[in-house]
């Protein structure tokens, strides 16, 4: 069982982008939700071809680890400066708070609803990204408002899992995040005054296309060093992981764009080709169906869940858009917003080892989220590109009248 696990789940990666191009000619869905199906059909919800294995989960782990590397590195601080960054976190505040208040109210204890505020707090960035990136927003004031909601969606909660679900004291919880926080941001400054270290980056570029990959071996350095700094310091992994994708984004400005390029295409290579399909689709197979089918009274909280994203999560992200704003780009914001999946399937996870929530609760938070991320970027998008004709129509009217 073990040797077919290892043979179908990468054949399933391979299967899961053709199946995406196939339905993309009618409907737009994220790779992510082919991914996750693919995994619970193959695995004990369904057919039990695929079962968790001690190497399939070690692989999924640092699958998540990359994914949320790449959603640390691919965030420019420099766009998002100011007026977003600041707004996208006083947002996430009032989620955060507003969530977890009303989670406390709700469940039988302070972590369960601690558990409930955070999942409702959390924003998939690596996922509205490759969105934004294939419309050509990135650039836009839309776009940069995006990011930042999506970067404080992510660095917050995983903060919030170091603080609240660390199983130490607050007050102990809140002194370890302070050093790690020293040593990540006194890393991030390092790398910033030596604008990319011109000497390394003269050896990366030497070693691009050799058997020397520095600039890769560097990379994965980096974020073995964060991440075993998180778990040291007995925090969440994936904080670690978030912050070294922005100490390399700091650390390779020094580098031509031909080199960040290469390199940057050799790491989506690395995660995208191989580990994040391994999380996503490791994630279906430990997808646990049946405890939903034996507790049907858990799926009322599915729509629930979706509605609690946009209310207590989109609702607030209308603080960053830009001025001046349509309607229809607010409303596309709350549903970007909104958008949550990864950080949904890590703070259930802990929940569910720390007795805090039930399988079946939790399948039903994974299934809003993935809910979520199949619906919301989707209207999002409609949202803009109604926002884009309508600015396109004004123009050429204007170009008439003149």
């Known amino acids: 069982m073990d040797t077919l696990s290892l043979f179908l789940v990468p054949l399933l990666a391979v299967v899961a982008p053709i199946l995406a191009a196939i339905v993309g000619r009618v409907a737009l869905v994220p790779l992510v939700v082919f991914e996750i199906v693919l995994g619970i059909v193959v695995g004990p919800s369904l057919l039990g071809w695929v079962h968790s294995t001690d190497v399939l989960a070690f692989l999924s782990q640092i699958g998540l680890a990359m994914l949320f590397f790449v959603a640390g590195s691919e965030i420019d601080f420099a766009a998002i400066k100011g ?127 050799s058997s020397g990959q520095f600039a890769i071996r560097l990379i994965l350095a980096i974020l073995a060093a964060l991440v075993a700094l998180s778990i040291v310091l007995g925090l969440d992994m994936l904080l670690g992981a978030f912050v070294a994708g922005v100490l390399w984004r700091i650390f390779a400005s020094g580098a031509t764009p031909q080199a960040r390029e290469s390199v940057e ?68 914001t709350v549903l970007f917003g909104a958008t949550s999946l990864p950080i949904i399937i890590a703070v259930t996870t802990i929940g569910v080892q720390r007795h805090l929530i039930d399988d079946a609760f939790a399948t039903a938070l994974v299934t809003a989220g993935m809910l979520s991320v199949i619906i919301f970027p989707l209207l999002g998008m409609s949202q803009r590109r109604r926002q884009l004709a309508r600015e396109a129509q004004q123009e050429l009217m204007a170009e008439d009248d003149s």
């Open 83 to 209: 007026h977003p960054i600041r707004f996208a976190g006083l947002a996430w505040l009032i989620a955060i708070v507003v969530g977890v208040g009303l989670g406390i109210l709700v469940a039988p204890n302070v972590d369960t609803g601690v558990v409930i505020g955070i999942a409702v707090a959390s924003t998939a960035l690596g996922t509205i990204l490759p969105t934004l990136r294939d419309a050509g927003e990135l650039g836009t004031p839309f776009g940069r408002s995006i990011t930042a909601i999506g970067a404080m969606g992510e660095f917050g909660p995983l903060l919030a899992i170091s603080l609240f679900l660390s199983g130490r004291d607050l007050g102990v919880s809140l002194v370890v995040v302070i050093i790690f926080a020293v040593a990540a941001v006194g890393s991030i400054l390092l790398a910033a005054r030596g604008r990319g270290f011109q000497r390394p980056q003269r050896f990366i570029t030497a070693t691009l296309h």
């Open 265 to 332: 295409s050799k790491i989506e290579a690395i995660s995208f080709g191989f580990l994040v399909p391994i999380f996503f689709i490791t994630t279906g197979v430990n997808f646990n169906l049946h405890s939903l089918i034996d507790a049907p009274r858990h799926l009322i909280y599915v729509p629930i869940f979706l509605v609690a994203l946009l209310v207590l999560r989109g609702l607030p992200s209308l603080l960053v858009v830009p001025k001046g704003s349509s309607w229809a780009d607010r409303r596309a």
